[in-house]
């Protein structure tokens, strides 16, 4: 029941009788919720006419007032009008709005489908990379991408989900390099997935300098101190005369504790020390080339000033990378030399992924199906549905050929070689598709998996649910497809989200200080059944306690990783996201279950001929005016990618069902006709909220 439309049309023919031309669409938008409920369903602040009318917001309040009360009984559905300052108010007729949303909730058309809709949508997302594990950051994409088909459904389009799985690459042949030269172990029989993590977090340590040595960092040298004075302009700094052994180089430092004739660390020019670029610069009348390292810079200790001196005899120009070597590093080897062995032997099991050849590719394919067999897993374990899966490795081949047609188009430029096209007149500077040596690039697949889409699946709308680092990576892709002539290309979108992250910080599969996805089933199972299902047992079949068990967990990590808006930050904290009150999972499950049992204490209830006019509490009435909303507030949710939206939803109608169950009992409630009417309410506020948990993936229980 669209009370803002009446209410719009309504003001539209006031408006006109005091000579001002607004559409009903723009008088809608310009409705509002009232702050305090007592003044009325909907306001009409006045402002906005001030300029036009030259008159005081009040002023025009009341004449739009008069007007008003003159067309009112031609509207049934606003029972009242008043003026309050500057607002013009509306009150709503609450029996009609009860009988049009109950009668129809009850009756299954208030949350049906919406009519159907043109355009054919594509989802993608999730998109994780084989090889790797698969872990809680993870979820958030994934809910996410899911609830968004899901919105799109129910709004009337045709969706198709997607999931383009990274399945090639550095990552695969990092993983398959330790497998087959360094593990000794026996392979798992479960967890495979997660095993092939473990494999590429253990590469990947192997070839970090960090492993090898403390200082990581290849331009840093021990340099010997020729002098050191006072800087004329700055006196807190020296200017210091370094000699390398084959040639001396002048720096302006702030650092302590060294003296003429120490060795010192010193960084040269090109060197990123401290996530910092070290440069030339002039500064002070000095020229300085390069710097001083103090400890903190370097990872010594945590002094920013002071500077560590290098053992007397520590040759000149010699690498810190070798002098502060870890044990790690055999004797006779040097650590660079080692290093480079290590990516070599990586950069060759890549060479024969590409080339094809038999016994690696075998290998490949096998350790590949590990990881698809526990994403499967996982995706059934999130309620997820993809009706299509692309790899990285179907859109290399094809990416290229696809560039090279463009590029005779004219659509693309070739340079020495490399192929890309030239953005920077929208802004977009150069996306570079094809490297020297032949290598497609990220944005080359997603231009042949974009072909796909439009003309094999016949999208009209392509959503890419990718993080927020990739923004220009897709602006540049978007204008490629423009330019070669997609019209689609105007309806692609990415929708960037923020990381998952631990209270301590950010996850990261290099580091391997990731919360793992069976870790997470493990600890949310323990956790719901301690503190949610443990009396129960003896009570409930085994069956019941398992299933709910698994429900709630499920609303936990859904609805904790959908509440935040796509773009805010999300902090993993499995105690606050399992708690039973407040903006959780569990909580709304507890709505649900809670309304499930009042109705079951009812027992057999006859909706065929409610007395809705008897509901009549304001609490009653702002939760009849909540429900009202729904449609409205899940389209704007599928329009704007927002699942959030729906969070807010559903965390709000349970709040104002429980202020109307405290406030309004339906078990003993003051007529036989007023209990009727209001189990009528409540089992709507039940289904509407069993919809609105629907899209968000989650599924309801009948008691906890």
């Known amino acids: 029941m669209d009370t803002r439309r009446d209410v719009a049309e309504l003001l539209k023919e006031a408006l006109g009788a005091i000579e001002l031309q607004n559409s009903v669409d723009a008088v809608y938008g310009m409705l509002e919720v009232p702050k305090d409920a007592a ?264 002094d920013p000033y002071k500077v560590t001196v290098l053992p007397p005899g520590t040759p000149e120009g010699a690498s810190l990378v070798e002098l502060y070597r870890t044990e790690s590093v055999p004797a006779g080897k040097g650590v660079l030399e080692m290093l480079a062995e290590r990516q070599k032997e990586v950069g060759s099991v890549l060479k024969k992924l590409e080339d094809g050849d038999e016994s690696t590719v075998s290998l490949w394919q096998e350790t590949k199906e590990w990881s698809l067999e526990e994403f499967r897993d996982n995706y059934r374990w999130l309620d997820c549905h993809f009706d299509h899966w692309f790899f990285e490795s179907e859109f290399g081949e094809a990416g290229k050929e696809l560039v090279r047609t463009y590029l005779k188009k004219g659509i693309f430029q070739e340079d020495d070689g490399a192929v890309g096209a030239d953005l920077r007149e929208y802004g977009l500077g150069f996306c570079l598709l094809i490297k020297r040596n032949g290598t497609a690039l990220y944005a080359t697949r997603d231009l042949a998996l974009a072909q796909i889409k439009f003309e094999k699946f016949k999208i009209d709308r392509s959503i890419y649910l990718v993080d927020a680092a990739q923004t220009l990576h897709f602006q540049q892709v978007f204008k490629c497809l423009e330019l070669m002539g997609y019209d689609q290309a105007k309806k692609c979108f990415h929708q960037s989200y923020a990381q998952v992250v631990r209270p301590d910080g950010k996850m990261s599969s290099r580091k391997g200080n990731v919360i793992l996805f069976s870790q997470l089933k493990d600890r949310l199972n323990e956790k719901i059944r301690s503190e949610f299902l443990e009396k129960y047992v003896g009570e409930w079949s085994q069956d019941e306690i398992e299933e709910t068990c698994y429900r709630i967990s499920l609303a936990t990590i859904r609805y904790g990783m959908l509440k935040q808006d796509n773009n805010s930050q999300i902090v993993f904290d499995l105690d606050e996201w399992t708690a039973r009150t407040g903006n959780t999972g569990p909580y709304m499950m507890y709505a649900y279950a809670r309304i499930r049992s009042i109705l079951r204490e009812l027992g057999a209830v006859d909706f065929s001929n409610v007395s809705y006019g008897v509901l009549a509490h304001p609490s009653e009435i702002e939760l009849l005016l909540h429900i009202n909303s729904y449609p409205e507030t899940v389209l704007r949710a599928a329009e704007q990618l927002a699942p959030s939206l729906v969070c807010t939803y559903v965390f709000e109608l349970a709040k104002k069902f429980n202020r109307m169950y405290q406030e309004c009992s339906v078990l003993k409630a003051e007529s036989e006709e007023l209990k009727i009417a209001r189990a009528a309410l409540i089992e709507s506020v039940a289904k509407v909220l069993a919809h609105g948990l629907e899209l968000l993936g989650i599924k309801t229980v009948e008691r906890m």
């Open 39 to 302: 003044h009325g369903d909907w306001a009409f602040p006045c402002f906005t006419l001030a300029r036009e009318l030259k008159k005081a917001p009040p002023l025009i309040a009341k004449s739009l007032f008069e007007e008003c009360q003159k067309l009112v009984s031609r509207f049934p559905n606003v029972s009242g009008v008043s003026a309050l300052g500057p607002y013009l108010n509306f009150q709503i007729e609450k029996s009609a709005l009860a009988k049009f949303l109950l009668s129809s909730l009850l009756g299954g058309e208030f949350l049906a489908a919406r009519p159907e809709k043109a355009d054919r949508i594509m989802v993608e997302y999730s998109q994780p990379n084989t090889h790797k594990a698969f872990h809680v950051g993870h979820i958030r994409n994934a809910s996410l991408g899911d609830s968004i088909s899901r919105l799109f459904r129910w709004a009337g389009y045709s969706v198709l989900q997607a999931n383009y799985l990274g399945d090639e690459g550095t990552h695969v042949a990092r993983c398959l390099w330790y497998f087959q030269n360094y593990y000794t172990g026996e392979v798992p029989t479960e967890n495979l997935g997660e095993f092939l993590g473990e494999l590429y977090v253990r590469a990947t340590e192997m070839l970090d300098l960090s492993v090898l040595t403390t200082v990581p960092y290849q331009g840093v040298l021990a340099a010997k101190v020729l002098s050191k004075e006072v800087c004329a302009e700055k006196g807190e700094l020296h200017v210091v005369r370094l000699s390398l052994g084959n040639e001396e180089k002048t720096v302006l430092t702030g650092g302590t504790g060294f003296s003429v004739g120490d060795f010192v660390p010193y960084a040269i020019p090109g060197t990123k020390v401290a996530d910092r670029q070290v440069s030339i610069v002039t500064k002070f009348g000095v020229t300085s080339e390069g710097m001083i390292c103090s400890d903190k810079e370097i990872g010594l200790s945590e």
